[in-house]
């Protein structure tokens, strides 16, 4: 075997040396052919102009929901504690860089030996004109006071590396507050368009309600009079109660939106249900939708940072491993005053110094390092195909959403005539029945034809508001580069 002491001295020279690769950015997408220009599924009713990052509800123009946006973004708890991580990473990569400096404190320490069979005095001798001492030569006392500092040399650049990994992990959190920010405005959004459909919807089945009621009566009425069976009056019942059943299971839907709405802001159940009582139109997207290219999405979405932070703190935590195989060079210094009795750490001409140089090298660890290296280049892999599978994903969402929103325009589209075209029809069975030509009872069937075609449209522009909603989760919008 070799003699080591001159690799010893080489690598000591060597101290600023940093091991493991240098990160070099995230990997090329080349193999999924991302596209550059446009979105595969982009249509007339989207551009790619660059989208508004923060505050995109306010395209909706609905002050309510832009109060309830600004209300979450301030009393989320689950926005406050993906904020708190922010905090603990960034302390931890304070942390990190002040291990790379000294530590120094006070000490004070007061040693009481007694070691059979060893003469301690057996050097010395008694001052001039003093006998020889009778205490046991064996015994020791010592007692110092002063200061001490330990430092380890970063020789291999292991703890340049833990910086690196700190740093990039820091900026991962940053990124998972800014993806929780984008899931809590879009899911409040969401819900708001949810609860506004209900709330409309509750109104026509109340409509519904009443005018199946007065189709029973009037049946009922028949029945007695001899004109009808009594079929028609029960069948006339069902309705009345499935209409009973479609307006509760409504109003329960509209109390859970509710309730979901107060819990997003930070609130009890039941607080916002003044501020929110009675119904509004449903806002409606505008009429050109700002999407940007499949380029500014992957810079922008905050998942897709986080986990390119993540690959690169992967990356450093490989150097971290690799530097488990060089030596460690620590010092440890002590700066005192004292002596062989108490009274000596009062006189200033007891100065003590220690300094303790000490070289640590694993070179028989049985595999352990290499282990660690291998495992952390795994996870370096496991990191970069994770960060392709968030890729990838997110532009699926945003060709999903953006297929929704083109399908959604159409239907709205479709049921708006649908609607319009059972409005004239009401209108003009109100004329006929004015003029005596139907019954009230054809009426009332004609208007609540109206109302469900109604109630058929608000749930088809709901839709489209949220497929609206989901385009903009699907792009990372909704939050701001922090300072």
Known sequence: MKNPIPQLLALTLLSACTVGPDYAGPPDLAGARVPEAAFARQTADTTSTTPLLADWWVALDDPVLTELEQMAIVGNPGLEAAQARVVQARASVRQERANRWPTAGAQATSIQANLPGLNLQANSEPPPGEPPSDEDSSSLSFYNVGLSANWEIDLAGGQKRKIEATNALAAASVAN??????????EV???????????LRIVSLRQEVALQERTLQLTIQRFQQGTVAAFP????????????????????????????????????????????AGSAPI?????????GDPASLIARRPDIRAAERNLAAAT????????????????M???????????????????STIAVPQLQW?????????????????????????????????????????????????????????????TRAAELNRQRHEAGVITLARLNAAERERLMTEANLQQATAALTASYIAIQKSLGLGWENPV
């Not at 507050?177 to 405005?185: C, F, S």
């Not at 029960?234 to 329960?252: C, V």
């Open 283 to 291: 806002p409606l997207p505008p009429k050109q939708v700002s999407v």
């Open 316 to 331: 450093a935590r490989i150097g971290v491993a690799e530097a488990a195989r060089f030596p460690k060079i620590s010092f």
């Open 177 to 186: 507050a800014a993806d929780a920010q984008v899931q809590l405005t879009a």
């Open 233 to 276: 009056v029960g069948e006339a019942n069902n309705d009345l109660q499935s209409l009973i059943a479609a307006l509760a299971a409504t109003e329960a839907d509209a109390a859970t939106y509710l309730n979901a709405l107060a819990v997003l802001v930070g609130q009890a159940p039941g607080n916002l249900d003044d501020f929110l």
């Open 333 to 351: 210094g002590i700066l005192g005053i004292g002596g062989t009795s108490p009274s000596d750490v009062f006189d200033l001409a007891n100065l």
């Open 362 to 422: 694993g070179l028989l660890d049985f595999g352990r390092t290499a282990a660690g290296i291998d495992q952390a280049e795994a996870a370096q892999t496991e990191a970069e195909a994770r960060y392709q599978e968030i890729v990838l994903g997110a532009l699926q969402d945003a060709e999903n959403s953006l297929s929704r929103f083109a399908q959604q325009r159409q239907t709205v589209a479709a049921l708006a005539q649908i609607e319009q075209s059972a």
């Open 189 to 199: 959004a969401r819900t708001y368009v949810a609860l506004r459909e209900r709330q």
